[in-house]
């Protein structure tokens, strides 16, 4: 299948600002580029780039926490972050009268992990591990020449012992749980006033440029119960920056019939806008941190 140009994805983009909808209905999928920014990442395109199957459910016994990191290292890694920049909000939360302690935190981010991993699919460990296979398409398992030929997470499916693409997916996936500055950097999501979505957009369209994607957190108001997604191209308009949505609750074969689900952000009040998410969902963040998260995942293989 041959790709689509980047940039062109989004021509024709119609927008409904107005009620904080977007809609891909009119999107074109035009050879030229003209008035498109160029890139220097590889072009992720979800009809070759995606999974050919959709997001998957936890196994039967999802493992512990425990077997991945040990409580002191991972209170030690929080006390170091906190000691940083980054960690300046974070810790005046820890240290009102009312909020938690530190051991709690420690302690909430392992029962979060043991009762969230993959209970509601593997969505960030899909997604970082697309956007690898993109990148990178010798680490693609199994002589495969894209993700979209792979279409169970189990394949080879003759050989029970071997599950390569679970294996990628799920050792992403789980990074993201104990990995402490995967947590802090998402602490914005609490309240969305914290996140800054004028910069986000400068940072989400930098990221798309230089490496083809961008993969973000989306949620409502129980951040636990959030979504991660890969933004991959974008249009800027007088009105909006729009972005086109991988989601890994669909396989590639979806992108071939539909256009992309897409979200956005108002240029002049820089609000969120979020397409068929609303309702859903009503926040949204990227951090540049799931980019090096994602990075010791490839190396540990």
């Given at each position: 299948m041959t790709r689509i140009t980047r940039r062109a994805l989004l021509c024709g983009l119609s927008l409904s600002a107005g009620v904080g909808a977007l809609s891909a209905a009119s999107l074109k999928r035009s050879q030229s580029t003209s008035d498109m920014d160029s890139t220097d990442g590889?072009?992720?395109?979800?009809?070759?780039?995606?999974?050919?199957?959709?997001?998957?459910?936890?196994?039967?016994?999802?493992?512990?926490?425990?077997?991945?990191?040990?409580?002191?290292?991972?209170?030690?890694?929080?006390?170091?972050?906190?000691?940083?920049?980054?960690?300046?909000?974070?810790?005046?939360?820890?240290?009102?009268?009312?909020?938690?302690?530190?051991?709690?935190?420690?302690?909430?981010?392992?029962?979060?992990?043991?009762?969230?991993?993959?209970?509601?699919?593997?969505?960030?460990?899909?997604?970082?591990?697309?956007?690898?296979?993109?990148?990178?398409?010798?680490a693609v398992p199994l002589e495969r020449d894209s993700a979209s030929q792979i279409g169970h997470v189990n394949e080879p499916l003759e050989d029970d012992a071997v599950a390569p693409v679970r294996d990628d997916i799920e050792r992403f996936h789980r990074q993201q749980f104990l990995d402490a500055e995967s947590w802090l950097r998402r602490w914005a999501l609490l309240s969305p006033d914290w996140i800054d979505y004028e910069t986000q957009a400068r940072e989400l369209r930098a990221a798309i440029d230089e490496f083809g994607s961008a993969g973000i957190t989306i949620s409502g108001e129980d951040v636990l119960n959030g979504h991660y997604l890969l933004l991959y191209d974008y249009e800027v308009n007088d009105a909006d920056v729009v972005f086109a949505v991988y989601d890994p609750n669909d396989a590639a074969e979806r992108y071939?019939?539909?256009?992309?689900?897409?979200?956005?952000?108002?240029?002049?009040?820089?609000?969120?806008?979020f397409g068929s998410y609303a309702g859903t969902y009503d926040r949204f963040l990227f951090t540049p941190a799931d980019r090096a998260i994602s990075a010791r995942g490839r190396v540990d293989r």
């Open positions: 590889q072009e992720f395109d979800p009809r070759i780039d995606g999974f050919g199957f959709e997001n998957y459910a936890t196994p039967p016994v999802p493992p512990e926490p425990t077997e991945f990191v040990s409580r002191r290292e991972l209170r030690e890694e929080l006390t170091g972050r906190l000691e940083t920049p980054l960690g300046t909000r974070v810790t005046d939360t820890l240290q009102a009268d009312s909020g938690p302690r530190l051991g709690t935190v420690v302690d909430e981010i392992y029962t979060n992990a043991n009762r969230l991993f993959g209970t509601k699919g593997y969505c960030y460990g899909m997604v970082a591990a697309a956007q690898w296979y993109c990148e990178e398409p010798a071939v019939e539909d256009p992309p689900p897409v979200i956005g952000i108002q240029i002049d009040d820089h609000e969120p806008l």
